[in-house]
């Protein structure tokens, strides 16, 4: 039984007045549990026997506001599922994917996700821009950056840069630059009290004060990098007016350029989910009005959390021709990157994300704690290029590389990879092998006779 602050109880009498009750009540019920599939590797509208087997093993239901996302039974646990390591689907709170359905990224879209780990907007971001524009997703906490970055990764996407910085320091480097911006800001959670009793614990009415001051300044700094005619979702977890309605009451006061197109509330008690606010804002002005992001030596200095070898220069022609070796030897033959810039940091090769159109490369990152600069490709030696598991997660299935090994779901053989373990194979081959569950990668192995030694990332196995 969950037990709620005095405080708080009086604060959603005051708020709901007759619908208090029900709402109340609604921490008797059990919380909503869901999963939003991934359409660079599952198109939910298309059926098909992957689907067919998702919808029996996870008992999905549809979500009404999302059409890629499906409420699951608890104890199916789909996140020890194979298809889960293979980015099939992302495990997200039901009412949590209103945001990005109603901000509307399209493909070709610059976007920033301003406050993005662990990654459920910015990966349902991805999905909207279908491997086309640029997405830049930021999380100013270390530890948390890195479980944005793995997720994006396992996700398969080829177009986010991951960065670790504040509001201020982007707003610094990117005035009015994007398109679309997702401010899902740090909240007092009450949205989170049937997950997650310290939420409950950390509440009071003076940590909502704090909440509310605090996701104005991030605001403040979101609209300095929000492009003429774009739009901006502003998202919380939480129900109290101070951090929903007021908050974007006074941003609307103090920038009059902003225009407030809709906002959404979804309620415990009236929906099925945990609960969320947006509102969506566009910044009056031309479209098409050009970007203004600061380069080279005019960009602001900040911590720099990689070494990052930059530029056209010989240790990124280098490196790619090494990687291009390996793509020769161990991909299809039709296998093409998407438009991209090279970049070193240290041992690793990157691709970062070049869009037809959009003024972004590498100098625009330099000062900037970059944690993912694009695509991984590969870790480069001294003779060679081993490919990284980012690479295998953003193939779209088995035919793209030139050995692969096809493991069943159900079989166990899934399982022991997922463990690290090394597979034997009936034909004797020889090179670098994609692993695959029902034709969807999960990684690389290296073949040699009928064994493949297993390169499963070790921080990631079972």
Sequence with gaps: MIRLPEAYIRQMQMQLQESAEAFLRSYEQSRTQGLRMNPAKIDPGSGGPVLERLRGTFGLEPVPWCETGFYYREETKPGKHPYHAAGLYYIQEPSAMSAVELLDPQPGDIVLDL???PGGKSTHIAGKLAGQGLLISNEIHPVR???LSENIERMGVTNAVVVSATPQQLAERFPRFFDKMMVDAPCSGEGMFRKDPEAIAEWSPAHVEMCAARQLDILQSAVAMLKPGGRLAYSTCTFNEQENERTVHELLRQYPQLRLERTERIWPHLHRGEGHFVAVLRLEGTPDEPHAAMTGSAAPRTRQAGKAKRGAGRPEEAAMRLFQRFAEE??????ALPPGEPVLFGEQ????PAPAGIPFGSVM????KTLRPGLHLAEVKKDRAEPAHALALALT?????????ELAEGSGEAERYLRGETLDVPEARSGWTLVTVDGFPL???KQSG???KNHYPKGLRR
């Excluded at 990152?365 to 900037?368: A, E, I, P």
Aim: hydrophobic residues 60%; proline residues 0%.
């Design 115 to 117: 406050a993005a780990a």
């Design 145 to 147: 950056a890195k479980s």
């Design 330 to 335: 161990s991909l299809a033959a039709g296998f």
């Design 349 to 352: 090769l990157y691709l970062l």
């Design 365 to 368: 990152l330099q000062g900037l």
């Design 397 to 405: 299935d088995a035919a793209q590389a030139r050995l692969a090994v």
């Design 443 to 445: 990684g690389w192995g």
């Design 450 to 452: 009928t064994q493949v």
